[in-house]
C-alpha cells in the first residue's frame, strides 16, 4: 500500500499545518543536506545562519546564537541543559509553571535535574509569588511560556526573568507555538522586552515551515559553550546540538518560509486566526458551552465525553485539555468555512447528548 498523509480539512488539534509552498519545495531540494556537518554541508549551513539571524528579529535580539532544532523538545531539552552544564551546584532544580510544556520532563528525566512545577494564577499564567517561593541557590533555570500549549496563555516574562536573575538561574521561554504570533500583539514576551537568555521558537508551527524545524535562541553566544562537544570524525571541531545528523529540509524551508512571511505573511495569518479564534469562542458560547478566553489563537470549551466522541465520530481531529475541555487550534489552515461546520456539529452533538442520544 501506498500511504497518503491525511487532508487539514478536519485538523483542529494540531499545532503544525501546512508548509508555505515555499517551504514545501525548499525542503525536497535540501532532502539529502546534513547541517550537522557544516564543513561539509556548507550551503545549508549558510541558510542556517540566515535563520538565526531573521528568528532574532522575529523575537527582538540582535546578532543571537542558536540553531535550527528537530522541534520544541529538543529545544527545551537544550536550554535546560545548558543551564545545568554552567552551574556548580550538585542538585540542580529547574522552576516551570504548571502550563509548561511536557517537553520539561522528558528534559528533567534525561539530564537528571529536579523540576519544580509551581500553580498558576485563576487565569491559566504563572504565579510568580509562588515561582519565587520555589526558587533556591539551587536553581538553575526560570521558565516562562509564551503561549502555552494548552490554553495560549502568556507569562509575566519580565517579572519571570526578575526573579530567575534574582536567583543567579538564567531565564528560558517558550513560545515554541506563540513565536510566529506575539510578534503582533502587545504582549511583554521577546528579548527586547525582558532580560531573557534562552528562548525556544518553532519554525514548524506558527512559522509554516515543514517538519522537523525548532528553533533555539540565545541572547549571548557564550552560553552555547555549555554544550559544546568535540567532534574528532567531522571536519568541524565542536557541535552544540543535541541530534547528530540533522534535517537540512527543515533548516531550508524554514529559512524559505521567514524570507516569504516575515513580517507581513506573518502579520495577515496571526490576525486571520486570531479573528477565527474569537469568532469560534462566541459562536461555542453561543451554543452553550463554557469558554476560555482566546488570548492567542486557540480555544478550549468545555463539553461532555459524549458530545467531545461524537464530534471524533464525525472525523474532526480534535484534543482535550487536562481539564477535559475541546481545544481548538487555529492554525492557518484552519479557515472559517471549516469552523462554520465544525460549529454546526457542535451544535447538532449536544442537542443529540441532551436528548439522551436520540
Ligand atoms: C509544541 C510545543 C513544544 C514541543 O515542541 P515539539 O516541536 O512538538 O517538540 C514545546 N513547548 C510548547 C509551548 C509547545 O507548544
Redesign the pocket.
Same mark, same amino acid.
Given at each position: 500500500m501506498r500511504g497518503q498523509p491525511q487532508d487539514f480539512d478536519r485538523v483542529l488539534s494540531s499545532?503544525c499545518t501546512e508548509p508555505h509552498p515555499a517551504a514545501r519545495e525548499a525542503a525536497e531540494r535540501f532532502l539529502a543536506t546534513n547541517p550537522g556537518d557544516p564543513a561539509t554541508y556548507q550551503s545549508v549551513a549558510d541558510l542556517e545562519t540566515e535563520v538565526v539571524e531573521m528568528l532574532g528579529d522575529v523575537v527582538g535580539v540582535a546578532d543571537p546564537s542558536g540553531y535550527v532544532a528537530?522541534? &520544541?523538545?529538543?529545544a527545551?531539552i537544550q536550554a535546560v541543559r545548558m543551564a545545568r552544564n554552567r552551574a556548580v551546584t550538585q542538585t540542580p532544580n529547574v522552576v516551570v509553571p504548571e502550563s509548561a510544556?511536557f517537553?520539561f520532563k522528558k528534559a528533567a528525566d534525561v539530564l537528571g535535574v529536579e523540576l519544580r512545577v509551581t500553580s498558576l494564577e485563576d487565569d491559566y499564567t504563572a504565579d510568580v509569588g509562588a515561582v519565587e517561593r520555589f526558587c533556591d541557590e539551587d536553581t538553575v533555570l526560570v521558565v516562562g511560556?509564551a503561549?502555552?500549549?494548552e490554553y495560549g496563555r502568556v507569562d509575566p516574562i519580565p517579572e519571570l526573568a526578575a526573579v530567575g536573575h534574582e536567583y543567579g538561574a538564567l531565564v528560558h521561554v517558550?513560545a515554541?507555538? &506563540?513565536g510566529f504570533v506575539l510578534p503582533f500583539t502587545d504582549h511583554d514576551w521577546s528579548f527586547a522586552d525582558a532580560s531573557i537568555d534562552t528562548m525556544?521558537i518553532?519554525p514548524?508551527?506558527m512559522g509554516q515551515a515543514a517538519i522537523p524545524a525548532?528553533g533555539l535562541l540565545a541572547r549571548d553566544a557564550e552560553l552555547f559553550d555549555a554544550l559544546a562537544v568535540d567532534t574528532p570524525y567531522l571536519e568541524s571541531a565542536s557541535q552544540a546540538t543535541l541530534t547528530g545528523t540533522r534535517s537540512g529540509a527543515g533548516v531550508a524551508s524554514a529559512h524559505a518560509a521567514l524570507r516569504a512571511l516575515w513580517p507581513d505573511g506573518y502579520r495577515e495569518a496571526s490576525q486571520r486566526a486570531q479573528a477565527n479564534a474569537e469568532w469560534l469562542a462566541d459562536a461555542l458560547a453561543a451554543a452553550g458551552l463554557n469558554v476560555v478566553d482566546p488570548e492567542l489563537p486557540l480555544v478550549a470549551a468545555s463539553v461532555t465525553d459524549e458530545a467531545f466522541e461524537a464530534l471524533r465520530e464525525r472525523e474532526w481531529r480534535l484534543s482535550r485539555t487536562s481539564d477535559g475541555e475541546l481545544r481548538v487550534v487555529c492554525m492557518p489552515h484552519v479557515t472559517r468555512e471549516m469552523l462554520e461546520s465544525f460549529v454546526a456539529d457542535v451544535e447538532s452533538v449536544t442537542a443529540t447528548v441532551a436528548r439522551g442520544g436520540r
Open positions: 499545532m528537530s522541534g &520544541g523538545t529538543e527545551n510544556h517537553s511560556v503561549g502555552s500549549t517558550d515554541a507555538w &506563540g525556544t518553532d514548524h508551527k525548532g
